[in-house]
C-alpha cells in the first residue's frame, strides 16, 4: 500500500487541471472549491485558470478568491488578452503547463485535466484519474463520468463521425435509432472502464506525451469540434481513448455556453458551431464527404418535421436552424477557416455536455 500511495503522490505532482473562464467567475470558484478536498489529498495537483478576456470583472472576482480562500499555493490565473475561442485559452494553459517541467521526460509524464468551469468534482475523482493512467500508459486520454444538473449520470462517449450516425442523430426517430444503434454518434456507456473513439470536452485527462505526436488543438475552432478533431490525431497517433466512470465530475449543462440548457430550442444556434462543424467535416473527411453530410442532415431534418406535422406537435427547432445550416454549410462555402472570422465573436463560455446540439436544433 505504501508503494502505491507514494506511486500516487509522484503522479499527483505532474497533474494540472486547466479551466477555461469566460464571465464564469462564480462557477469557477465552486468547481475550485470541489477540487480543493482533493488536492488537499493529493498535494502536488495543481490548477491554472485561463481567463478568457472576459472583461466583466469575474478575473478580478477569482483573483480575490485564490487570496481569500488560501488557494494561490496550488492554483494560478492568466488573464489572456483576447478571448479567442476554447483551443486558444486551452492552448495557453497546456503550454505553460508543459514549460514548467523540470525535463522531457516530466513533460511526457504530465497529466492534462481539461475541465469546464461549470463542473463539480465527485470525490475521489483525482485518485481515479491517477490510477487509471499509472496502470494504463498507452492511454492518451481519458473522459470522466458525468452527472447532469440533477445528479443523475449521464453515461455517453461518443464514436467518430459517420454518415448512418449523421441520419440517426437527424431523424432521431425510434426505428432509425434501433437500426442504427450501433452507428449513432452518442454511444451509452457501461459501468467499467471502456475504449472510445472520443469523450465530452468538459471533463478530460490527456496525457503530456500525447502533444508531442498530435500538437497541439487546432485553433482555427473557435467553440464546438474541436475535442473531436483532436481525438482524431490522438487515434491516428495510436494511443488509446478510455471512458472511465469511476471518475466522476457533475456538469451544470449549459450554464457555460447557453446552448444546451433546457431552454435552448428557443435560442439560435450561434454562428460558430456551424463554421466549426464544416471545419471539422472538411478538414477530416474531405468536402465531398461534408456535402453528403450535409444532404444526409437535411433529408433527416425534413422527415423528422414531416412526422411532427403528421403526428400535430411542435419539431422543438432552434430558430432559423435550417436558414442557417444551408447558409454556413459546405456546399455554400469552400474555405474551411473558421476562428479568423469570429475572433470578435461573442460567446458564454467554453464547452457544452453534448457534441452535438443538431438534435436538439432541428
Known sequence: ???????????????????????????????????????????????????????????????????????????????????????????????????????????????????????????????????????????????????????????????????????????????????LRDRSLAQKMAKHAT????????????????????????????????????FHRVARAGWERWYVPQARVQHISGQSTGLTAHDAARRRVPAYWHHSRRRYLVKNHGRAYAVVTDLITLLGIAIWRLRCVIRRRPHGASPHFVRDFLRYSAMAHLDIRANAALASATTTGPCPLAANPVARSI
Open 1 to 179: 500500500m505504501k508503494a502505491e500511495v507514494g506511486g500516487l503522490a509522484s503522479q499527483a505532482a505532474d497533474l494540472v487541471v486547466v479551466i477555461v473562464n469566460y464571465r464564469t467567475g462564480k462557477l469557477v470558484i465552486d468547481c475550485l472549491a470541489s477540487l480543493a478536498p482533493e488536492i488537499a489529498a493529493h498535494p502536488g495537483v495543481r490548477v491554472l485558470i485561463v481567463d478568457n478576456a472576459s472583461n466583466d470583472g469575474s478575473d478580478l472576482l477569482l483573483q480575490d478568491a485564490l487570496r481569500d480562500r488560501g488557494w494561490n499555493g496550488w492554483a494560478r490565473l492568466h488573464r489572456s488578452d483576447l478571448n479567442g475561442g476554447f483551443a486558444y485559452a486551452n492552448n495557453i494553459a497546456i503550454a505553460q503547463s508543459l514549460a514548467s517541467c523540470s525535463s522531457a521526460l516530466s513533460r511526457s509524464r504530465a497529466l492534462i485535466w481539461m475541465l469546464n468551469p461549470d463542473t463539480l468534482v465527485r470525490p475521489g475523482a483525482v485518485g481515479h484519474i491517477l490510477r487509471f493512467m499509472q496502470a494504463h500508459p498507452h492511454a492518451g486520454a481519458i473522459g470522466t463520468a458525468i452527472e447532469d444538473a440533477s445528479g443523475d449520470l449521464w453515461p455517453y462517449a461518443f464514436r467518430f463521425h459517420s454518415l448512418a450516425g449523421e441520419l440517426e442523430n437527424a431523424l432521431r426517430s425510434g426505428i432509425a435509432t434501433r437500426l
Open 195 to 230: 475504449p472510445v473513439d472520443w469523450v465530452s470536452g468538459a471533463s478530460m485527462v490527456l496525457r503530456g506525451a500525447v502533444f508531442e505526436t498530435t500538437g497541439m488543438f487546432d485553433e482555427d475552432y473557435f467553440l464546438y469540434f474541436e475535442e473531436t478533431d483532436f
